[in-house]
C-alpha cells in the first residue's frame, strides 16, 4: 500500500516529509517522492528502491521559510517501480500524489492526451495533475478547478495537489483510501495513517469517504458533496507503535485482517475479465519448459506444496517440491527444461538463496514470488513477481502466505495460458473464483469471537494433530506451523489418510485432531478418517462447511462450490485459532521466542 504525507507551515519540510515516509515503510514500497513550494521556488526529487536513496538525493537541499509541501511512498500497480511513475507526479506548475485507483484513468488520459497533454508515467495518478490545470487554465481560480477535478475521478483516492497557482494552500480529496489531517496550532499535517505526524501534530481528524477541501492560513476548509461542513478534531495517540498496529492487538493480528484488502492488491494488472496477466514475464518466458521445481522454507515451503497439486491439475505441468536446506545437499538432477520457481517472503533466506545459485549454476531459468522488491532473491532471479502484501512485520507469516497462494494460483492459470493445456471454461471458472477470494478472507466478529472462546480448551494437551487431503494436507502443515511458532506447543500436519498408518496410536482424549474437512475435495473420505480418530475418544475440532456431529468443537464455513475459496477460508480460521491460544499463554505473539522474521543464516 502506498503512502502520503502533506505539511504547510513555516518549519523545515524535507525533514519532516522524510520522517513522515520513514514512519509508513511498514506499509511497503518501491519508490517515494516530495515536492515543495516556497514563493516561487519548487522542489521535487524522486527515487526508486529504498527511502535512503531519496534522502542521498536531497542531502543538500533545506527548506527555508513557509512553504506547502508533499510526500509519496509508491507501492507500484500501475506501471513499473521507475522514477517517472513515482510520486510526486508535475503538471506545468503543480504536483499531485495519491493513493488507490482511479478506475476512469483511461478515459479521462484520452481525453486530456486529445486537448494536447502529455503524459510522462505509466501511471493513473499523473490525469489528477493534468485534469486540475485543464480546469485552472480556464477558470484562474484554484479551489474550483480542484473541485471539477476530484466530481470527475471515479475509483478510490487519497490525494494531495499543491501549485504554483495558489503556493499558500494545500487542496485535498478523500474517497476509499484512508487519509487524515493533523493540527498543530496554525501549521496542518496531511498523513494516510497517524504514525507519521505522532509527535508532530497534536489534534487529528479522519477525512471520511466523498470529503474534499483545502488548507490556507492554518484554517481547514471542508466540503462534500452537500457542499460546506464543519469537523470536530480529536486529541492525536502519542505511541506510535500501537499506531502502526491500527488499534489491533498485534501486527500479526492486523496482517489476518489485512489478508481480505492485500488480496486485491496481488490480483491487480494480473486478474483481467478471461485471462490472466504478468507484465513481469516475457511472453516466451516458458517456451522450452516442461516442468516446474518449487523450492522454498517453512511457510513458503507450504505454499509451493499446495501449487504442486494445483500445477499438474489445471496446468497439466509436472511440479516438485524442495525443502531449500535440504535440496542444496542433496546433489539433485537437474534439467533446463525445468523452471526452478523460489518462494520466499522475505527475499533473504539463506537456503533458499543459495538453492537459487545452485540452480542457476546449473543452468535452469529461474523465477522468484517474493514480498521484497530489491531483495537479494529478487536480484538474483531471471524474473519476479511481487506478492505486494505489504510489510509483514509478525514472525509468523500470514498475508505473505495467503498472497503467495494466490499468485501461485493465478501462475497455474498462465501456464495453462502459455501451454494450452486449460480449456476457456475452466478457466473462466477460476478466474470466477479469484475474484471473489477477498470476501473469503474476511474475519467476521462472530468467527473471531468463537475462535477466542474455544481456544481456552486447547492450552495443554499432549499435542495437535492437523490433518487434510490434497490441498488441505499442506494447509494442515501450515496451520500446524503456525500453532507452534506462536504457542511453543506441539503439532504436527499430517496427511488425514496416513493417521492409521502409526499416528492413531496416538489417538486419546488428550489428543487435539484439527480436521480440514471441505465439501469439495474428498468429504467423504476425510468423514471416515476423522470418524476412526473420534472412535478412539482422540478431541475433534472440525473445520467444515457441513456440520459434524462427532466434533467436540465445530466451525462452520461457507460453503462454496471451488476448492480454492474454503482453502483461503479455513486456513483464516487457523491463523485466528494459534492467535488466540498464544495470547491464552500469555506468549509475544508478533515476536516468538527462538525465531527470526528472516532466516539469512545456514
Ligand atoms: C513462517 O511463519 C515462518 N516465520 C518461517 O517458516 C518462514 O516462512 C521461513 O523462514 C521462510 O521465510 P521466507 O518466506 O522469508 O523465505
Same mark, same amino acid.
Given at each position: 500500500m502506498c503512502g502520503i504525507v502533506g505539511y504547510i507551515g513555516p518549519k523545515e519540510k524535507k525533514e519532516i516529509l522524510l520522517e513522515g515516509l520513514q514512519e509508513l515503510e511498514y506499509r511497503g514500497y518501491d519508490s517515494a517522492g516530495i515536492a515543495i513550494i516556497e514563493g516561487d521556488k519548487l522542489n521535487n526529487y524522486k527515487a526508486i528502491g529504498k527511502l535512503e536513496n531519496l534522502r542521498e538525493k536531497t542531502k543538500a537541499y533545506k527548506s527555508e521559510g513557509f512553504g506547502i509541501s508533499i510526500g509519496h511512498t509508491r507501492w507500484a500497480t500501475h506501471g513499473k517501480p521507475t522514477e517517472l511513475n513515482a510520486h510526486p507526479h508535475l503538471g506545468a506548475y503543480s504536483y499531485v500524489v495519491h493513493n488507490g485507483i482511479i478506475e476512469n484513468y483511461q478515459e479521462l488520459k484520452v481525453e486530456l492526451q486529445a486537448e494536447g497533454v502529455s503524459f510522462? +508515467?505509466? !501511471?493513473? !495518478? =499523473?490525469t489528477i495533475v493534468h485534469l486540475f490545470e485543464k480546469y485552472y487554465n480556464k477558470s484562474n481560480d484554484a479551489f474550483p478547478a480542484f473541485e471539477e477535478t476530484i466530481r470527475r475521478l471515479e475509483g478510490a483516492y487519497a490525494t494531495l495537489l499543491i501549485t504554483e497557482a495558489a503556493p499558500d494552500t494545500i487542496f485535498f480529496a478523500k474517497n476509499g483510501s484512508p487519509m487524515l489531517i493533523g493540527f498543530d496550532k496554525d501549521e496542518v499535517y496531511f498523513a494516510s495513517s497517524d504514525t507519521p505526524i505522532i509527535g508532530k501534530a497534536t489534534e487529528v481528524y479522519y477525512l471520511e469517504d466523498g470529503e474534499y477541501g483545502y488548507v490556507k492560513e492554518g484554517t481547514v476548509h471542508l466540503f462534500d458533496s452537500n457542499g460546506s461542513k464543519s469537523f470536530t478534531k480529536q486529541a492525536l495517540t502519542a505511541d506510535k507503535v500501537s499506531a502502526q498496529k491500527d488499534g489491533y492487538r498485534f501486527f500479526m493480528e492486523k496482517e489476518i485482517y489485512e489478508q481480505s484488502h492485500v488480496m486485491g492488491d496481488t490480483m491487480i494488472g494480473r486478474v483481467l475479465d478471461n485471462s490472466i496477466n504478468f507484465e513481469e514475464l516475457d511472453e516466451n518466458f516458458f517456451e522450452g519448459i516442461n516442468a516446474i521445481k518449487i523450492c522454498a522454507c517453512g511457510t513458503s515451503y507450504h505454499s509451493a506444496l499446495t501449487s504442486a497439486y494445483l500445477f499438474e491439475r489445471i496446468s497439466k505441468v509436472r511440479c516438485d517440491i524442495e525443502i531449500a536446506s535440504e535440496f542444496r545437499y542433496k546433489e539433485p538432477l537437474l534439467t533446463k527444461d525445468t523452471l526452478f520457481i523460489t518462494i520466499s517472503q +522475505?527475499? =533473504? !533466506?539463506a537456503d533458499t538463496l543459495e538453492a537459487l545459485k545452485m540452480a542457476k549454476r546449473a543452468g535452469l531459468k529461474s523465477l522468484s514470488i517474493c514480498n521484497v522488491d530489491n531483495s537479494s532473491i529478487v536480484r538474483e532471479s531471471d524474473a519476479a513477481i511481487l506478492t505486494r502484501a505489504g510489510i509483514e512485520k509478525g514472525v509468523a507469516s500470514t498475508k505473505a502466505f495467503a498472497t503467495q497462494m494466490m499468485v501461485l494460483w493465478m501462475l497455474t492459470l498462465y501456464v495453462g495460458q502459455e501451454k494450452k493445456s486449460i480449456s476457456k471454461e475452466v478457466l473462466h471458472k477460476e478466474i470466477d473464483a479469484m475474484l471473489r477470494t477477498p470476501k473469503a478472507l474476511v474475519v467476521t466478529d462472530e468467527l473471531h469471537a468463537k475462535l477466542q472462546r474455544l481456544s481456552k480448551r486447547y492450552l495443554h494437551g499432549h499435542g495437535f494433530f492437523f490433518i487434510g487431503r490434497d490441498i488441505f494436507f499442506p494447509l494442515a502443515l501450515e496451520g500446524a506451523l503456525k500453532l507452534k511458532e506462536i504457542s511453543y506447543l506441539h503439532a504436527e500436519g499430517y496427511p488425514a489418510g496416513e493417521m492409521k498408518h502409526g499416528p492413531i496410536a496416538l489417538a486419546d482424549s488428550e489428543l487435539f485432531t484439527i480436521a480440514l474437512m471441505p465439501k469439495t475435495m474428498h468429504y467423504d473420505k476425510i468423514k471416515s478418517n476423522v470418524e476412526e480418530l473420534s472412535a478412539r475418544d482422540a478431541t475433534i475440532l472440525a473445520i467444515s462447511p457441513e456440520p459434524f456431529d462427532l466434533a467436540d468443537d465445530f466451525i462452520q464455513t461457507t460453503y462454496d462450490s471451488h476448492p480454492m475459496l474454503e482453502f483461503f477460508e479455513m486456513m483464516v480460521v487457523t491463523q485466528l485459532l494459534a492467535l488466540e491460544i498464544s495470547v491464552r499463554l500469555g506468549n509475544d505473539v508478533d515476536m516468538p521466542r527462538n525465531l527470526a522474521k528472516s532466516v539469512t543464516v545456514e
Open positions: 510522462l +508515467s505509466q !501511471t493513473d !495518478t =499523473e +522475505s527475499g =533473504e !533466506t
